[in-house]
C-alpha cells in the first residue's frame, strides 16, 4: 500500500505535537499542589490531551495560516523546561517602579513575587496560591473555559502547563496600579519548550492594569506556547499591556482569549518585537449588550523575522462597540502579516466597529500581508475597516532635512512619529519610555 507524501507529513507533525506533550507532562506539580488537590487539574489536562489525539500542526494549506511557516517546530528535538532563577540584576532591569506588585514566572514556573502587600480583594499567585485558600473551584469555573479551548496550540498549553500565573480582583475592587507579570524564558544549550498560562478574572464592578510581558534570559533556541484567559465581567474594566520581546531564535506563538460581560470594557495594548517567528491569537467575545473593546496593535521587525497577529472580534448582542489600529514597521527582510476579523451577527444590531491597519516597509525587500474582514448579519450597524501600505514621504523626509536635520535622524523622527500614535496609549510610564527609547535606538 503506498503512502502519500501528505499522510508522512501528518504523521511527522502530529509525532512532533506528541512528543512536546510528552516532554512537557514530565514536569511534576509541586507537593504544595497535591496537598491542595489537584484531580480536577489533571482531568483538565487528560481531556485536552485527548483532543490533542485528532490533530495535528496546522500547515500553509490552512487559510489561517497560509503566510506563516511553522515547520521548523519539527525540526528541533525540544528538552522539558529547565528550572533557573532570575537574578536580581535581571530583575531589576525589569522591574517597572509603578507596579504594585511584580509575580516572575521563569520557564512557565512561578520563581520570584516582589511588591507591596495587595489590597483585600485583590489575588496574585499561581496554582499553590490559590489551592493554599482552597479555592479549586475558582479554577473550575474560569480555566480553559473560553471558547476556542480545543484550538491545537491552545490544547497543546493545557495539556502540559506545569503552572498558572493568577490575577483575581473581586467585585467592586478598584486596584490603581498595574500588575506585572514577567514570563521569562530561561534557555540553556538544548532548546527549550516552555508553555506559560494566565488567568486573569475582573468580577463585577472591578477595575484594573495588566502588564503581561515575554522575554528571554540568553540567546538559544526556544518555542514559547503562551495562553492568557481574561475575563472581565460585568461593568469591568481591564487594560491589558501586552509585551512580545522574546530572544532572536525563539518560537512565539501565544494566544489571549477575553470573555467580556454586559458594559464590560477592555483594552489591549499589544506590542511585538522579537522572535524569530511569533504570532499572536487574539480573540474577544462580547457576552453582553454595550461592551467595549479598544485593541492598540504594534509590529516592529527587522532582519529575517516573521511577525503574524490574527485578532477576531465576535458580537452577540446589541449595542456593542470595538475600535482596532494595527500598525506593523517592517525593515530589512521582514514579514508582518495581520488578518483582524469581526463578527456581527443578527442579533447584533447596533454594533459599532471600527478597525485600521497601517503598515510602514522601510525597505525594497520588507512584506505585509493583511486582511482586514467583516462578517456581518445585521441590517443596521456602523462598521468601517480599511488598510494602508506605503514607505517614508520622501517629502517628508526632504522638509526635515532643508531644516539642517541629519537624514538618519529625520528617518527616525518619521519612524517615532508613525509608532507613537500606539505607544503613547500605554497607561504605564517608565514601560512607555522605555519603549520609546527602544525605538530611537532601533
Known sequence: MSVSSSTIRGDRTRQALFLNYFLSQRLEFDSALDAGGCDSLQALRDRAFHQLVERTLPTNRDENWR????????????????????????????QLPEAAHTIVFTNGKQSVTTGESLPTGVVVGNLATVLSMRKADWLDRYLAKQPGSDEEFTSLNTAGFNDVAIVWLTKNTILDQPIHVLFVSQVGDSPLLTQPRCLVIAERG???????????????SYFTNPVTEIWVEENAQVHHVRLQQDGVNAIHIGKTAVSQARDARYTCDAIDQGAALSRHNLEIHQTGTQTETTLNGLTMIK???????????AFTHPHGSSRQLQKCIVDDNAHAIFNGKVFVPQAAQLTDAGQLNRTLLLSPKARVDTKPQLEIVADNVKC????TVGQLDADELFYL???????????????????????????????RQRLLKQLAIS
Open 303 to 313: 532582519g529575517e523575522q516573521v511577525a503574524d497577529t490574527h485578532s477576531a472580534i
Open 384 to 387: 468601517t475597516h480599511g488598510a
Open 401 to 431: 532635512q532643508s531644516r539642517g536635520i541629519d537624514p538618519a535622524i529625520a528617518r527616525n523622527l518619521l519612524i517615532y512619529a508613525f509608532a507613537y500614535e500606539i505607544l503613547d496609549q500605554v497607561p504605564v510610564e517608565s514601560l
Open 67 to 94: 503566510f506563516t511557516d511553522i515547520s521548523s517546530l519539527r525540526d528541533l528535538e525540544y528538552v522539558p523546561d529547565q528550572q533557573y532563577s532570575v537574578t536580581t540584576e535581571e530583575l531589576a532591569s525589569l
Open 206 to 220: 472591578s477595575s484594573m492594569t495588566l502588564i503581561e510581558e515575554h522575554t528571554a534570559g540568553g540567546t538559544g
